[in-house]
């Protein structure tokens, strides 16, 4: 098959899966931010947000130490018992094996990035044996990008090929795949990308919106986009793909209505860590100071639960 | 009046010039004195350089999208409350004109002429492009309409008298239509665009949306006239200022438009209306065909 | 190689279930109700004639919220009698001054916004987040909009001097009982006009604590009047030989029958009236998107909206798949208390109405019906949202307009075939139509006979679009420089 033959058959497949139109979709996930969720569901709504909560830190600046007390918080975000575990924590590959050690037996994931995070700009090759590193260091979940200028230029066989080679590196592993929807820019491109990018995964895969290293990330509109293509892609193939908006969900609040699109969008089975996960930092300390308000009645000061993960 | 009151040393304030949404002083440090109209010493006004007008540009052009993005409603809503901000202290406006010489009957028709003015333009902003666009009939399958587009930034050189009116009446249409202002106030009776900064400042108007300068014409017309981001000039001019305007629009292809008031012809309703939104506008035309 | 699809015989379906109830979420605001409303005429608040009041009863509850004065003849003689003596000064006011009333009349409303869409709520059935968020400030904006308008007479009709009316006597309906009353009294008072006014029986608080409002911002007695009351008092205010002009909005039925009333008289008339709008979607459309529109084309507001899109054209090619996510859209619409904030549709506006409806799905076809599963609240009036597939233009569901949250579902193959389809109704209100080509967009809206052509989206008002129907859907204007014509004489 020649790359060109190949190139716009995948051109007019991806043609298929329809445009979407910017205005509508941003008055859909507005009528979230109007629904009101109180008392139990609130409570409900914030542990669900932090047992789907993969917890990162990905710094030019991380230490073993830093990734021993994020595990710490990982296991047991707050003294209160009923509040349940993360899903994952986050790191960098070269972090893995600390993770692997702070994780323990708790159940919580070790999630690794991986291909040349965040821009993916170095040789098929060096992003495959990133992969496997971080999987035989003990990641239960890789984070990989997909090739932006491959997509943006239509080499979307390309595009597909690299993520099915990442598939088959992951071995065990889950795999999420980041669109960076950012750099794609509009939804149809974001919709486009989710459908070639679920077209190779396996059950229990995810797609995911951004490195978090932009200035774009999640917003209820993508999310939005790529959640209404899992619920397209699964009603036709059968299969269940997750989903993981990542940066720029910092509020509880926010969180909340992002559960309420999967809820009103996906329906329940995605309400659970299994399907969707939020990559945030600061997110899992807003949660617990508004799971603290629910409980006492009372506003939290900021200094109870510190906005700044250095100081997990 | 009380014996402690009689006692009491009153606090002056020190006048700022608003650029940015911030109330600054000039980047020159200079300033110049203002005294009432008994000829005592009142304020001493920030004396602005072709540096600040710069940097009122650049905050201009910064604010330019988002103000153009807003609605027409959103516009003319903060308009109309920039005309009740300026409606609940008329009081502290016209005793600032009357203190600077104005007649109180003057002071108090122009106070009120500006806040009409205000609100005729405020109910302008969701009205002028109905009436300055237009869907063109071509003889073609096409589908052809035009709407009006703010140009951007504007330079506003406002009239020495009545310096509070003459101030308003000129800014208005220009930010009623979606352009950002830089504006040279009154150079005799600077004072009451100090205070209209403040009603701006509390008027829900993003900062950088309008912008007033105080100082000399002729340290600040020459840069008026050559900076080359302002798109168009709506001045109160003489005839020599006239020409220098006119001959450094040339070098950055500026609209550059006069106010042929003068004096009582601020008052009257021909010195507001459709026309004046229009200069500040551009046209653009667009086709589409008409088909399956 | 090609993105991988596997056939899905066994059909996945969505689980939308309890796991995540929402609780309820009332809304706690105060709406300031009085026991009992009397007339609003000459500025104060009087008693009818005849002693006699009506109830007006939450549609949500049944439980009876106020009683409201019943206006008779001398009643709606004595409110003429009034705008007419008010008329001279308002008409010869200074414009600038005349549109000073109605920017306070709109910063007043906008002030008292939560009280009103509370009241809103409770009166109509409408869910309290439309009121809150559409009716209420929409409201307002058409005051805002409008007494712009009042300085601006020499740009209402080029070449023209416009004047004032008179006197005009408005009708208007229970779905929008406020937003339509600002439609109305708007335009009327920007021009100088003064106003006889009759809400409809069943929502007459907000107009009557609008009156509050209008007393606040001290608007000169007798330039705006309201007479409460049925169908009687309809025609009373319609009739009545002191109205220079009369506007309408309501059924056909209705209008018909005042048109009527009003033929050998020379009154100036508007009507806004029934519709049967067709929403197409095409096989290019963005289709979330389009679904979402076919979801506020006719569940907006429990499909109380003269211009609900309530026939679904949909391309054939598509159309198996855009029934499937709008059946799955529904299936998360959540019908029930109007006061709570997660109601999507609330309840249906009266008894009469409810009752209208069920007869009419009475006549479709039930094996095509199909309604997700809801609980519907014990007391009160409430309808599922409803869908009907394989319908043709020959069914009863096809033609009539049912005015509830029920859509009939046609197919069509070509652009040719969707025209004939949308235009083969006696009304022209509203059209929408979904694609992603533009100049298929400009052909639609050049060859569908409608007054309003919704393109990728539906249900969208502003105060400077003008709004009205082709044939029996009325004729004349509301809102944009187009809407004032029919307030003016033209010399």
Redesign the interface.
């Known amino acids: 098959m020649s790359p060109r033959n190949s190139t716009a058959a995948h051109a007019r497949l991806l043609d298929e899966v329809g445009a979407v139109d910017q205005v509508g979709v941003e008055e859909r996930v507005a009528k979230y931010t109007t629904r009101s969720v109180k008392k139990e569901a609130k409570v409900w709504g914030l542990k669900t947000a932090v047992s789907m909560t993969d917890l990162t830190t990905l710094e030019g600046k991380d230490t073993p130490g830093k990734i021993e007390s994020l595990c710490r918080k990982a296991i047991r975000p707050y003294e209160a018992p009923s509040v349940p575990t993360v899903a994952a924590v986050c790191v960098y590959p070269s972090m893995v094996r600390h993770a692997r050690a702070g994780v323990g037996s708790s159940g919580v994931k070790v999630a690794s990035v991986a291909t040349a995070f965040p821009s993916g700009q170095t040789h098929l090759r060096t992003r495959l044996a990133e992969v496997r590193g971080a999987v035989a260091d003990g990641a239960d979940e890789v984070d990989m990008v997909i090739n932006r200028g491959a997509f943006l230029s239509g080499e979307f066989a390309r595009v597909e090929d690299e993520i099915s080679e990442v598939v088959e590196a992951c071995g065990p592993a889950a795999l999420k795949v980041i669109l960076e929807v950012s750099e794609l820019e509009t939804y149809d491109n974001i919709r486009k990308a989710s459908f070639l990018a679920m077209g190779v995964l396996r059950p229990g895969d995810f797609i995911k919106t951004s490195t978090g290293k932009t200035t774009l990330n999640a917003t209820l509109a993508n999310n939005q986009v790529m959640i209404e293509a899992i619920r397209d892609f699964y009603l036709d193939t059968g299969i269940p793909i997750g989903m993981k908006p990542a940066g720029g969900i910092k509020t509880a609040k926010q969180s909340l209505q992002f559960l309420i699109a999967v809820k009103e969008t996906l329906g329940d089975a995605w309400l659970t860590k299994k399907r969707y996960r939020f990559g945030a930092s600061s997110l899992l300390n807003d949660l617990l100071r508004q799971l603290e308000k629910e409980r006492t009645g009372a506003y939290q000061a900021p200094y109870h639960f510190s906005d700044a993960s250095e100081s997990y | 009046m009380s014996a402690a009151a009689k006692n009491r040393i009153p606090v002056t304030k020190t006048p700022k010039v608003y650029i940015g949404g911030a109330f600054v002083r000039s980047e020159s440090a200079r300033t110049f004195k203002v005294s009432d109209r008994s000829g005592a010493f009142f304020a001493n006004m920030p004396q602005c350089t072709r540096k600040d007008l710069r940097n009122a540009v650049e905050a201009a052009a910064k604010a330019g999208p988002g103000w153009a993005r807003r609605t027409?409603?959103n516009r003319?809503?903060i308009l109309?409350r920039l005309a009740e901000m300026l409606e609940a202290r008329s009081g502290e406006l016209v005793a600032s004109l009357v203190g600077f010489g104005a007649r109180e009957a003057d002071a108090e028709r122009g106070m009120a002429t500006g806040v009409?003015r205000l609100?005729?333009y405020?109910?302008?902003?969701?009205?002028y492009a109905?009436?300055l666009g237009s869907v063109n009939p071509v003889a073609a399958p096409h589908?052809n309409f035009t709407v009006p587009e703010p140009m951007g930034v504007v330079g506003v050189i406002a009239p020495d008298s009545p310096p509070l009116l003459g101030l308003l009446s000129m800014i208005a249409p220009v930010v009623a239509s979606g352009n950002t202002v830089v504006a040279l106030a009154s150079e005799t009776v600077p004072y009451p665009a100090i205070l209209l900064g403040e009603m701006l400042a509390t008027s829900d108007l993003p900062g950088g949306v309008v912008n007033l300068l105080t100082g000399y014409r002729r340290e600040l017309v020459p840069t008026f006239a050559t900076h080359a981001h302002i798109r168009a000039i709506f001045a109160s001019a003489g005839a020599d200022e006239r020409k220098a305007l006119r001959l450094g629009a040339a070098a950055s292809v500026k609209r550059v438009r006069f106010a042929e008031q003068s004096g009582a012809g601020w008052f009257a309703d021909s010195a507001q209306g459709?026309d004046l939104v229009r200069d500040f506008v551009e046209l653009k035309t667009t086709w589409?065909?008409?088909?399956? | 190689m090609p993105t991988r699809k596997r056939n899905n015989p066994a059909g996945s379906r969505l689980i939308f279930g309890d796991l995540w109830e929402y609780d309820p979420a009332p809304e706690t605001a105060d709406p300031k109700l009085k026991g009992r409303y009397d007339l609003f005429i000459d500025g104060r608040f009087v008693r009818p004639r005849s002693g006699k009041y009506f109830p007006s009863i939450n549609p949500a509850n049944e439980r009876k919220l106020s009683d409201i004065a019943l206006a008779g003849p001398a009643d709606v003689d004595l409110a003429y009698r009034a705008a007419a003596r008010a008329f001279p000064k308002w008409s010869a006011m200074a414009g600038?001054e005349r549109?000073?009333y109605l920017?306070r009349i709109a910063r007043l409303l906008q002030d008292r916004a939560r009280e009103f869409a509370v009241a809103e709520t409770l009166d109509g059935g409408k869910p309290i987040k439309e009121s809150r968020d559409f009716d209420v400030p929409m409201a307002a904006?058409h005051f805002?909009?409008h007494?712009?308008?009042?300085?601006?007479l020499e740009?209402v009709a080029p070449g023209r001097r416009v004047s004032p009316l008179g006197v005009v006597g408005q009708v208007i309906p229970w779905n929008f009982p406020l937003l339509m009353l600002a439609w109305k009294l708007a335009p009327a008072l920007a021009m100088g006009n003064c106003v006889v006014l009759k809400p409809a029986e069943t929502t007459s608080i907000t107009a009557l604590k609008l009156a509050e409002i209008l007393q606040d911002a001290e608007l000169p007695p007798g330039v705006v009047n309201f007479v409460t009351g049925a169908g009687e008092t309809g025609a009373l205010v319609m009739g009545h030989p002191g109205a220079a002009k009369v506007a309408f909005t309501g059924s056909t039925e209705v209008g018909k029958a005042i048109m009527r009333q009003l033929a050998g008289t020379d009154k100036k008339m508007t009507m806004e009236l029934g519709c049967k709008a067709a929403n197409i979607i095409f096989d290019d459309a963005p289709i979330d998107q389009a679904v979402e529109g076919i979801v506020n084309a006719i569940f907006f507001n429990q499909g109380h909206v003269c211009c609900a899109g309530s026939r679904l054209l949909v391309q054939e090619s598509v159309a198996d798949r855009v029934v499937a996510k709008l059946k799955n859209r529904i299936r998360v619409l959540r019908v029930g208390d109007p006061l709570d904030k997660n109601t999507d549709l609330g309840a249906i506006n009266s008894r009469a109405q409810l009752a209208t409806i069920k007869r009419l799905v009475a006549s479709g076809v039930r094996e095509v019906m199909y309604q997700p599963p809801c609980a519907l609240p014990e007391r009160g009036f409430y309808f599922p949202p409803t869908l009907f597939t394989g319908v043709t233009q020959s069914h009863r569901i096809a033609r009539e307009e049912i005015f509830g949250p029920v859509l009939s579902i046609l197919t069509f193959r070509t652009?040719d075939e969707a025209i004939e389809k949308a235009n083969n109704t006696a009304y022209g209100l509203s059209a929408g139509v979904w694609t992603d080509k533009?100049?298929?967009i400009?052909?639609m809206s050049?060859e569908l006979r409608a007054g309003v052509v919704w393109a990728n989206t539906f249900n969208r008002f502003d105060?400077?679009s003008p709004f009205g129907g082709y044939k029996e859907s009325g004729f004349g204007r509301e809102g944009?420089?187009q809407g004032l014509i029919d307030y003016v004489n033209l010399a």
Do not use: N
């Not at chain 2, 589409?288 to 399956?292: A, E, F, L, R």
């Not at chain 3, 007494?147 to 601006?152: I, L, S, V």
């Open positions: 027409p409603y003319a809503q109309y009409d609100i005729h405020a109910g302008w902003a969701d009205k109905a009436l589908f459709l589409h065909p008409i088909g399956s | 600038r549109g000073k920017f904006a805002f909009y007494a712009g308008w009042a300085d601006k740009y652009v533009g100049s298929r400009l052909r050049t105060p400077s944009g420089r």
